[in-house]
């Protein structure tokens, strides 16, 4: 699967480079020499200032794209806590220009397990404690707030893209490019790892609605905008979507407890009985798998009480290590392991965890008092790429001091108020503030990424829907195959076809939708989305074939999703990442 991944990038990269280079002879379609480059940038220049854009930077001579960077406002990428055109072509010489690109990919993976990181650690385990806390169902608890853990990436990374006009095709190729990456290469291997019967009508209505939401975008980019009605529309999609499944869960189980009670005395029951839907019953399946760790933890107890020391609970609780995983685990998990380290010891200072399925909740007294230092404390330093970071009260108090010491007073509160040993009544408030400040880390991380993307579009003149059907749509979705792929080989197949489909109908409809009505409170105007080329119809018109082959061959094949299903779900990816790049690379064109 990495192979997979890394050597379409590799070809995308190599190709968009291959080009730049060649194009360093001309610096213009007029075909104008090296030797007038400086009278021929002055006249460019001058109309560049006049359109504000960035993008015809490497029109320049290598000796002017400095200045033209700092003195075109719109290269000044304000959303991020990083300049990184002006990182690409003023902090290092020209000639290594590519060393930077180099470093700034490796940065850019950095990035991606950052968000990996903290919304599989920290978001999402504070969230189900979140809905634990509200008493939700499974069903509702799945629908909202775990597809808003699994979707955290993709969800920011939209919102990041859409508040710059010239970075909204990133969330388009985002968005339709996870969409197609999941529905065949995560769905195709599932279908390989585990052949299985998929259920009938969850099956049939995450794909209908998902064809709604993909049919109701291309509608949008054909008229190039988006008003506030269609908006609320699509975040009123996602509550209808919600509703039916509430519903249908509602209607499932009643008609089951009438059968039991039906056949009370009956001791057998068929093995096909339960094969409506599939969502309900794996749940008790996974209960009782954590009940089974439970009691595997229980072995490691000390037969004897034993308290640990306040500097040894604190030590304890930020090591992200466990001794017995790691004797179990491969090399390459251990490798893995040692180069996030680092970084899960600096989430696990900022962020706190409620575990719900813990006796004492995850309750950590001293790290949880040094949480309400340092939560606060990231959230004003994060928060918009740092603005809040530099600000003065009045023009001569720092506000990050003043959180400081609030942090400081409430955090003696609770250390003298409370014990290591039982967790205090207002714990749940934990799970909140995790919640807050990954949900901020989260988001931060996704404004890099996005103008990281755009830097990389820029210097490889690649457009930003190629940037986000590939290597943003790859880094928010190889977690999710490979959380999905396992599921699929401990025997829950269907589980993980649901999350396939479930997870990017949340994804496709919250991202645009948020996204759209960020960037409508900033500017109190209608949203242009504005298609990149044929490049964008190839993508929308793809994955909308696909989810029409879905709707048509798994019932056609009694939704039974077998190796050879799972086979031509991979082709059909790879067919549609050979047009794209094709199309990318002016080899397909419209005439």
Request: glycine share 6%; aromatic share 12%.
């Amino acid at each position: 699967m990495f192979c997979g991944i890394f050597l379409p990038l590799f070809v995308v990269l190599s190709c968009a480079w291959q080009v730049t280079s060649g194009s360093e002879l001309l610096r213009n379609h007029s075909g104008v020499p090296v030797g007038m480059a400086g009278r021929w940038s002055s006249a460019v220049m001058a109309e560049n200032n006049k359109n504000d854009e960035c993008d015809l930077v490497m029109n320049y001579s290598v000796a002017d794209r400095c200045a033209f960077v700092k003195k075109t406002p719109d290269c000044s990428m304000e959303d991020g806590f990083i300049n990184y055109l002006e990182l690409a072509f003023c902090l290092l010489p020209p000639n290594l220009t590519p060393l930077t690109i180099f470093l700034c990919i490796i940065w850019l993976f950095f990035l991606f397990i950052i968000l990996g990181l903290t919304a599989s650690k920290f978001f999402c385990p504070n969230l189900s404690a979140i809905s634990s806390s509200l008493r939700l169902t499974h069903n509702v608890a799945g629908v909202t707030f775990l597809a808003l853990g699994n979707g955290a990436p993709d969800i920011f990374s939209a919102i990041a893209a859409f508040s710059h006009p010239h970075t909204a095709g990133l969330a388009v190729g985002a968005l339709f490019g996870a969409g197609i990456f999941v529905t065949t290469v995560v769905a195709g291997s599932v279908a390989l790892v585990k052949p299985f019967a998929v259920a009938s009508r969850p099956f049939l209505r995450d794909v209908i609605f998902y064809m709604v939401a993909v049919f109701w975008t291309f509608l949008i980019l054909y008229r190039g905008t988006m008003t506030l009605g269609e908006t609320l529309g699509y975040l009123g999609l996602y509550v209808l979507y919600v509703v039916i499944v509430i519903i249908s869960a509602f209607i499932y189980n009643r008609q089951k407890y009438s059968d039991n009670t039906s056949v009370q005395n009956v001791t057998h029951v068929p093995a096909d009985f339960h094969s409506s839907d599939s969502s309900d019953d794996d749940v008790p399946c996974l209960m009782g798998r954590n009940n089974l760790h439970q009691e595997y933890e229980s072995e490691y107890r000390p037969l004897l009480p034993y308290s640990e020391s306040t500097s040894q609970i604190l030590l304890s609780s930020l090591n992200p290590v466990d001794n017995r995983k790691w004797r179990r685990k491969s090399w390459k998990w251990k490798v893995l392991k040692v180069l996030k380290t680092p970084l899960e010891v600096l989430l696990l200072l900022c962020i706190p965890v409620v575990d719900p399925d813990k006796e004492d909740r995850n309750w950590r007294r001293p790290l949880n008092c040094l949480h309400l230092i340092t939560a606060p404390l990231v959230c004003v330093l994060v928060f918009q790429s740092g603005v809040y970071g530099n600000y003065m009260i009045q023009g001569q108090f720092p506000l990050w001091l003043l959180f400081l010491l609030l942090g400081l007073f409430v955090s003696a509160i609770v250390f003298c108020s409370t014990s290591n040993d039982c967790p205090p009544r207002y714990h749940s408030f934990f799970a909140l503030l995790g919640f807050v400040v990954s949900a901020v880390l989260i988001s931060a991380a996704a404004s890099e990424v996005v103008s990281l993307l755009h830097m990389l579009g820029v210097v490889l003149r690649l457009s930003n829907t190629v940037l986000g059907l590939t290597l943003l749509a790859w880094g928010n979705s190889i977690g999710d195959c490979f959380s999905d792929i396992t599921i699929a080989r401990q025997g829950y197949p269907r589980m993980a076809i649901s999350a396939c489909f479930g997870g990017i109908i949340f994804n496709m409809l919250f991202g645009v939708g948020l996204g759209c009505l960020v960037q409508m409170l900033q500017t109190h105007a209608d949203v242009q989305v504005e298609p990149e080329g044929l490049l964008t119809w190839i993508l929308a018109g793809s994955l909308g074939l696909s989810l029409v082959l879905s709707f048509v061959i798994v019932p056609l094949c009694r939704f039974h999703l077998g190796r050879a299903y799972g086979i031509f779900l991979l082709i059909f990816y790879v067919i549609f990442l050979i047009i794209a790049l094709l199309t990318e690379f002016g080899k397909i064109r419209v005439t």
